[in-house]
């Protein structure tokens, strides 16, 4: 059977991950090559190119090693193990990243780590050392010093246990102290000048800017003006589809200009909820701009045609010697696509004859160096006759776009990335008030649970062959169950909540440690080095850590059924590491900064009490949905409904002669709000009660 993944097998004799690669290798006494690379990565394109469709790498890895290649995607666990196990033979090496490349032995002992690798050590690859070299080097070493190999493999290992119960089993006790820490390493690491955090390469940090809505909307200044400033700069930065909508994966600047040019659902999702939420919380129109911008590129190019479900990503290239081409415009391009409009794009997207991609002279990424009213002001045009320009600008140059070999997409329905994607929809559909996208989304969630569950109600991370695979796993438990208690609060269809506290019942049983922690997979009795062993972590990267979702949703479910468990279990996990939060942490842990606050200042909610048809219950359930208050519990409950009524009962509100609005913080309330007006006023008084 071919390896599971999307890219080229080459002359290589590539083989499926599982215990039988192990029992070959044993077998014919050869050391494993593992490649881990993904359909949307550039360099793992270009480490087949160079290296692995190199004649004599093929033939060196066909005769002497027993070659398997993954894929990231589909197997994120694996991925991960290998990301963070240190090498015998170069411990100190903790380059990760994809590719990733790693020599095992056939008792799995990692021996060599390494990222991308030229076929060997040629002036030209800038490398002291090639595949070649390195593969021979090592094999050399473990022929001849096997067994030192294996003891100082067994003393690493144990270092390397006890650093990771040391980094994560650290109970303490949750308070505020804890949140202004993880605000304090933000602002160490912030940068000031273009926004974001850091410096190149610069990723979005989705779990922080999350943090920092949160922060804004308690506090103020300085959270508003770093959140605000970093969402502008991403949005003009070329690390934006300037003509297209959505974010390529990172900027290898720290302007934001340069990007790599794969676009991700799982950066584009939580982006989505982040500029529709800054809209709402701001009224800063540009932020609705973008959020609908992101919108149209993901119901373009990822949502499946009959709403099946998100696909996964976008491929940055279209060939081996493509390097962002169907992205990317040189001034000549841009005067022949957009005619009498070309003078004014090529200014207002800081075009040039030189170009921003190094050895491709000329090719310019599209991105807005000043801001509309600015550019209007350097071309002494009014603001609305230039945003009319730019439009018709941008009409032609998608039309000529389109007439590009686009990118390849990876259409596979993974479960955590659906769930991050119907939970941003839902959120964008009541920021934005598009109906569309609520409808759209719901149908894609009917699928997800019909195609992706098995019959504990249980998701798998996705199905090849008519089976689900990789069944268990956290990641795919916290973001669907985070999206079904959405789904559930939009629609007060109970199959929803149910399907929740399946998803929930099971993270309790099977994905908890014995101090509270949650693990990535179910840990099964080990039958050999193929099964590698579950995973504790907090960290968010890229995307906020499964285990702060999975926290905050068990805390959410406690206050929709009224099951203390769930709650008990999100805070013992967030207990379970509390202890270890420092500003060390830097960018990693706004996802836990934003679930340990929910523990100990929510949940917030908004809750509408009134006949579902009422004009007023209506107006208000609107106002509801279009306000920002973090991670808010908004239900709009019907009294005549018998659903609805158990509902009013678990949370303990009462009805009244009129439509009304409880805004609360926990189980305190503020005065009921009976218009849109009064329930604006009471939101803007539940942010100071904070």
Not at 63 to 76: A, T
Not at 323 to 330: A, K, M, N, S, V
Request: hydrophobic share 40%; net charge negative; charged share 25%.
């Amino acid at each position: 059977m071919a390896p599971e993944t999307q890219t080229k097998t080459h002359e290589i004799q590539w083989r499926q991950w599982g215990s039988d690669l192990f029992d070959q290798a044993a077998r014919q006494d050869k050391l494993i090559i593992f490649d881990s690379g993904a359909t949307w990565c550039h360099w793992c394109h270009e480490m087949d190119r160079l290296t692995y469709e190199d004649p004599e790498v093929a033939e060196l890895i066909n005769s002497r090693f027993v070659p398997v290649r993954i894929d990231r995607d589909r197997l994120p666990q694996v991925d991960a193990y290998y990301q963070q196990a240190r090498a015998t033979l170069n411990p100190n090496n903790r380059a990760g990243g994809w590719p990733l490349t790693v020599v095992i032995s056939p008792e799995g002992i990692v021996l060599f780590k390494a990222t991308f690798l030229p076929p060997r050590q040629e002036p030209k690859f800038g490398r002291a050392i090639g595949l070649i070299e390195t593969l021979n080097q090592v094999d050399r070493i473990w022929r001849d010093k096997r067994e030192s190999i294996t003891a100082s493999a067994a003393k690493l290992a144990e270092a390397s246990s006890l650093h990771t119960k040391d980094l994560y089993d650290r109970p303490g006790k949750l308070n505020q102290a804890l949140v202004d820490e993880v605000f304090s390493g933000l602002t160490l690491a912030f940068d000031s000048t273009h926004g974001g955090f850091g410096s190149a390469p610069k990723f979005f940090a989705s779990g922080s800017l999350e943090f920092l809505l949160l922060k804004a909307w308690t506090s103020g200044e300085p959270a508003q003006s770093m959140l605000t400033k970093t969402l502008e700069m991403m949005s003009r930065g070329g690390v934006f589809d300037q003509l297209g909508g959505g974010f390529h994966r990172y900027s290898v600047d720290e302007r934001w200009h340069v990007p790599h040019f794969e676009k991700m659902a799982y950066d584009n999702a939580p982006l989505l909820a982040i500029y529709a939420n800054a809209y709402a919380l701001t009224g800063e129109t540009q932020f609705a701009d973008t959020a609908r911008n992101i919108l149209h590129w993901m119901n373009e190019t990822l949502l499946d045609e009959n709403r099946k479900g998100f696909y996964a990503s976008q491929n940055a290239d279209v060939g081996h010697d493509d390097d962002g081409g169907y992205f990317t415009w040189t001034e000549s391009q841009m005067r022949a696509a957009a005619g009498d409009d070309a003078d004014i794009a090529i200014s207002y997207y800081g075009v040039d004859s030189i170009g921003d991609m190094g050895d491709s002279a000329g090719k310019n990424v599209l991105h807005r160096p000043r801001t509309l009213d600015q550019e209007a002001k350097l071309l002494s045009m009014q603001p609305e006759t230039l945003a009319h320009k730019i439009t018709a600008a941008n009409k032609k140059l998608l039309a000529t776009r389109s007439t590009r070999p686009a990118p390849s997409v990876d259409k596979t329905i993974f479960a955590d990335i659906n769930g991050m994607c119907i939970d941003a929809y839902l959120t964008a559909a009541g920021r934005l008030e598009d109906e569309t996208a609520r409808t759209d989304v719901l149908a894609v969630l009917d699928s997800v649970m019909s195609e992706l569950r098995n019959a504990e109600g249980v998701f798998g991370h996705y199905r090849r062959d008519d089976k689900l695979q990789g069944v268990g796993k956290l990641a795919d438990q916290a973001w669907m169950g985070r999206a079904l208690l959405h789904a559930y609060q939009v629609t007060l269809q109970l199959e929803y909540l149910e399907a929740a506290r399946a998803v929930a019942d099971f993270i309790l049983d099977s994905l908890v440690d014995e101090t509270g922690s949650f693990l990535s997979m179910a840990d099964t009795a080990s039958t050999g080095p193929a099964d590698v062993e579950p995973l504790i972590g907090w960290q968010d990267s890229p995307t906020r850590s499964a285990s702060s979702v999975a926290g905050q949703m068990l805390i959410d479910l406690t206050h929709l059924t009224g099951e203390q468990k769930y709650a008990d279990a999100g805070a013992k996990a967030l207990t379970s590491f509390a202890g270890g939060i420092s500003q060390s942490w830097s960018t990693f842990l706004g996802g836990y900064g934003v679930s340990a606050e929910h523990f100990l200042n929510g949940p917030r909610s908004v809750l509408v009490v009134g006949p579902s048809q009422d004009e007023a219950t209506i107006a208000l359930t609107a106002e509801a949905r279009r306000r920002f208050v973090p991670s808010a519990i908004v239900l709009a409950l019907d009294p005549s409904a018998e659903a609805h009524r158990k509902q009013l009962e678990t949370l303990g509100y009462a009805t009244m002669d009129r439509p009304v609005t409880y805004v609360c913080l926990g189980k305190s309330c503020l005065a009921p709000a009976f218009d849109s007006a009064q329930l604006s006023r009471r939101i803007d008084e539940l942010a100071k009660t904070n």
